[in-house]
């Protein structure tokens, strides 16, 4: 008989420290005034209740990830925003249906359970939960030798919402002459990493000595939560967008119906340093529109006469202002102009 041991820990994965990490999650996200908030936590599944005086209720769920800001994370060794990223790309989604966010669930896979960065992930995920009004209910993380390299791992992000059908946001409330407005983003949030970290390879910038580099790219994305539910409960709203990958052009594109046009004026953006940075670091501006928000993290789409309503919503940093308007045509998106990048 083969008397060599052969063991789950041996082969990379360890159970104990799993366990721990479990335990932890468990300790820290479920306590309120001594008593335990979420008690599913460790257990097969997470159930949770819908909301009650919401008129024909419709669950909406999205599922992303941060994108290669990972890599950003680990360069810094700083892992305390992704987490809030991870909650507000899958909860800024959400909203675009005028959804409110329920709970969430992340998944974790890494080379090798690290408490200490794993721990430092969650309390962002608990803090973007918190600022988005969800519960985190649970997750999984997974242990995988072999499939990462030594100190890499990847996360995702799994949020269900509810909405009343009569407050869903459809393509038929956007008409001609509505406004298009601008909420500024916080920064890059969580699209165009893997362009940012190439551009900062072949000019071999070291980021850890980089001031400015240091504290724009691990800012974390804003969640619009708060302000967006606000205006779907006043109907103040046609449409908005989530400005993601595909910036500008891409993200609204998907919410325009037939025979109208969003006739967007590029000078009228209020852009951010590193996006300014970007672009004179050699990022053409087709390449600029096409891969980054610019500066505009979320846009909506509203009838004119509700403007200072709609401004009334939102603090100083993230107040809107209007970049273009609903005309007609076939082309679903126009852009007009150029961003001023000085």
Same mark, same amino acid.
């Given at each position: 008989? +083969?008397?060599?041991?052969?063991?789950?820990?041996?082969?990379?994965? +360890? @159970?104990?420290?799993? %366990?721990?990490?479990?335990?932890? #999650?468990?300790?820290?996200? $479920? !306590?309120?005034?001594?008593?335990?908030? /979420?008690?599913?936590?460790?257990?097969?599944?997470?159930?949770?209740?819908?909301?009650?005086?919401?008129?024909?209720?419709?669950?909406?769920?999205?599922? %992303?990830?941060?994108?290669?800001?990972?890599? @950003?994370?680990?360069?810094?060794? !700083?892992? %305390?925003?992704?987490?809030?990223?991870?909650?507000?790309?899958?909860?800024? %989604?959400? #909203?675009?249906?005028?959804?409110?966010?329920?709970? /969430?669930?992340?998944?974790? *896979?890494? &080379?090798?359970?690290?408490?200490?960065?794993?721990?430092?992930?969650?309390? =962002?995920?608990?803090?973007?939960?918190?600022?988005?009004?969800?519960?985190?209910?649970?997750?999984?993380?997974?242990?995988?030798?072999?499939?990462?390299?030594?100190?890499?791992?990847?996360?995702?992000?799994?949020?269900?919402?509810?909405?009343?059908?009569?407050?869903?946001?459809? !393509?038929?409330? @956007?008409?001609?002459?509505?406004?298009?407005?601008?909420?500024?983003?916080?920064?890059?949030?969580?699209? =165009?990493? $893997?362009?940012?970290?190439?551009?900062?390879?072949?000019?071999?910038?070291?980021?850890?000595?980089?001031?400015?580099?240091?504290?724009?790219?691990?800012?974390?994305?804003?969640?619009?939560?708060?302000?967006?539910?606000?205006?779907?409960?006043?109907?103040?709203? +046609? =449409?908005?967008?989530? #400005?993601?990958?595909? =910036?500008?052009?891409?993200?609204?594109?998907?919410?325009?119906?037939?025979?109208?046009?969003?006739?967007?004026?590029? +000078?009228?953006?209020?852009?951010?340093?590193?996006?300014?940075?970007?672009? #004179?670091?050699? @990022?053409?501006?087709?390449?600029?529109?096409?891969? /980054?928000?610019?500066?505009?993290?979320?846009?909506?789409?509203?009838?004119?006469?509700?403007?200072?309503?709609?401004?009334?919503?939102? *603090?100083?940093?993230?107040?809107?202002?209007?970049?273009?308007?609903?005309?007609?045509?076939?082309?679903?998106?126009?852009? &007009?102009? *150029?961003?001023?990048?000085?």
């Amino acid at each position: 008989m +083969n008397k060599k041991k052969f063991t789950y820990k041996k082969s990379g994965v +360890n @159970i104990n420290a799993a %366990d721990n990490f479990v335990n932890f #999650i468990s300790n820290v996200s $479920s !306590k309120k005034k001594g008593k335990k908030k /979420f008690s599913n936590i460790g257990g097969f599944g997470s159930i949770t209740s819908i909301p009650k005086g919401i008129n024909q209720p419709k669950i909406v769920a999205c599922t %992303d990830g941060v994108g290669t800001k990972i890599e @950003i994370a680990n360069e810094l060794n !700083k892992y %305390d925003t992704i987490g809030i990223d991870l909650v507000a790309m899958s909860v800024n %989604d959400l #909203i675009v249906q005028g959804a409110k966010p329920l709970l /969430f669930l992340d998944y974790i *896979s890494i &080379n090798k359970i690290d408490l200490k960065k794993l721990k430092s992930i969650v309390r =962002g995920i608990l803090k973007g939960c918190k600022l988005s009004g969800c519960e985190l209910v649970g997750g999984e993380t997974a242990e995988m030798p072999g499939t990462y390299e030594k100190g890499k791992f990847d996360i995702a992000g799994f949020a269900v919402g509810v909405v009343g059908k009569n407050k869903i946001l459809t !393509k038929n409330r @956007i008409k001609k002459n509505n406004l298009i407005l601008a909420v500024p983003s916080s920064g890059l949030h969580s699209n =165009g990493f $893997s362009l940012v970290r190439y551009l900062i390879n072949q000019k071999k910038i070291n980021i850890k000595n980089n001031k400015f580099l240091k504290s724009e790219l691990l800012k974390p994305t804003k969640i619009y939560v708060n302000e967006i539910l606000k205006l779907v409960d006043h109907n103040l709203i +046609n =449409g908005c967008a989530n #400005i993601t990958g595909g =910036g500008l052009s891409d993200n609204i594109k998907r919410i325009i119906p037939d025979k109208v046009i969003a006739d967007i004026n590029l +000078n009228q953006i209020k852009t951010l340093s590193i996006f300014k940075w970007l672009r #004179i670091n050699g @990022i053409s501006e087709k390449e600029m529109l096409k891969t /980054f928000n610019c500066g505009v993290g979320f846009c909506l789409i509203i009838n004119p006469q509700n403007l200072n309503k709609v401004i009334k919503h939102f *603090s100083k940093d993230y107040r809107p202002y209007v970049i273009g308007r609903i005309s007609k045509g076939d082309n679903k998106v126009k852009l &007009n102009g *150029s961003i001023n990048w000085s």
